[in-house]
């Protein structure tokens, strides 16, 4: 009901020449599919990056499409693979057009953006679109008094369309025909952002 609400707000004030949001629930006869995973490779790093239409900036990112994983909701659920990696896929509906996830948010302040990245991808009518798995990975470091601390994360993007398209294909049988649009992290021009774990 509050994200309704919120998508309303938001709808008026995008015919004002404010930010569009994404409607992530687009049930249109031309709806498009978005599919992803996210998750953690140390249990405990949450991920959250966001998309938008593009071309358009955000004035508030909870509007925008959400590429999440918080490791603490697991006590209340089972995620959608386990083992080395822990984390879910979804299915996000869209309306056909051109979109970018444009950065990553701050665990500690959801409307803080920690950085500005680009990630484009199209949604097609009746079509699905791959464009990879997000998982977090905390930096541990020592503090002055030699003991471990954490310092900071990053995130590893790459392709795991094999595991994910087929959780997604079990969820919706009637997803479309697929396309890859998993970016390349070393073109990211961020260094917590990387194509794979450091070792």
Known sequence: MLRRFLLGLAGLLAASGAAQAVDTGYHGKDAGALVFAA???DRNQEVIFYFRKAGQSSWLP???GVISYKPDWVAFRTPD??????????ID???PGDYEVYGYGD???ALRIRSTISIPFTIHAGQTVYIGDFAGLGIV???F?????KTGAIFVVSDKHERDLAIAAKR????GPVAMAVPDAARLGDPAIVAAEPH
Not at 172 to 175: A, G, M, R, T, Y
């Open 145 to 149: 008094l030699g003991i471990p601390v």
């Open 107 to 109: 665990p500690g302040n």
């Open 141 to 143: 470091g020592k503090d």
């Open 172 to 175: 919706d049988p009637q997803l």
């Open 81 to 90: 693979f386990t083992g080395h990696e822990d984390g879910d896929v979804t």
């Open 93 to 95: 509906y869209l309306e």
């Open 62 to 64: 909870s509007f925008d």
């Open 39 to 41: 998750g953690t490779l």
